[in-house]
Nanobody
Framework: VQLQASGGGLVQAGGSLRLSCAASGRTGSFYVMGWFRQAQGKEREFVAVIMWGDEQTYYSDSVKGRFTISRDNAKNTVDLQMNSLNTEDTAVYYC??????????????????WGQGTQVTVSS
């Protein structure tokens, strides 16, 4: 399995960005896929996930109402639409996936596959 993240960049506060994660390989076995982020000097944290089966979504409180995660079955991609960005959203964003059936879908330790990360920088 390979995950390729794209779409990061520099944006002003209040602006929007859309990240995309392209999955290849045994994607049919996925249980959940999502996004985490890591700001400089901080631990990697949960952002949003989408269940592969019923497409139920979960968001961190810090992004709820601003970010939307979605899935394109035909393209095997998971996108993260980020609106109303603020400087606290500055981080490297990683897409992740797992084939394991588990409950802790917001815990980074649950994920086996990771993309390379894409930088999002929000300027004030």
């Amino acid at each position: 399995v390979q995950l390729q993240a794209s779409g990061g960049g520099l944006v002003q506060a209040g602006g929007s960005l859309r990240l995309s994660c392209a999955a290849s390989g045994r994607t049919g076995s996925f249980y959940v896929m999502g996004w985490f982020r890591q700001a400089q000097g901080k631990e990697r944290e949960f952002v949003a996930v989408i269940m592969w089966g019923d497409e139920q979504t979960y968001y961190s409180d810090s992004v709820k109402g601003r970010f939307t995660i979605s899935r394109d079955n035909a393209k095997n991609t998971v996108d993260l639409q980020m609106n109303s960005l603020n400087t606290e959203d500055t981080a490297v964003y990683y897409c992740a996936a797992t084939s394991r059936i588990l409950r802790a879908v917001t815990n980074k330790a649950s994920f086996d596959y990771w993309g390379q990360g894409t930088q999002v920088t929000v300027s004030s």
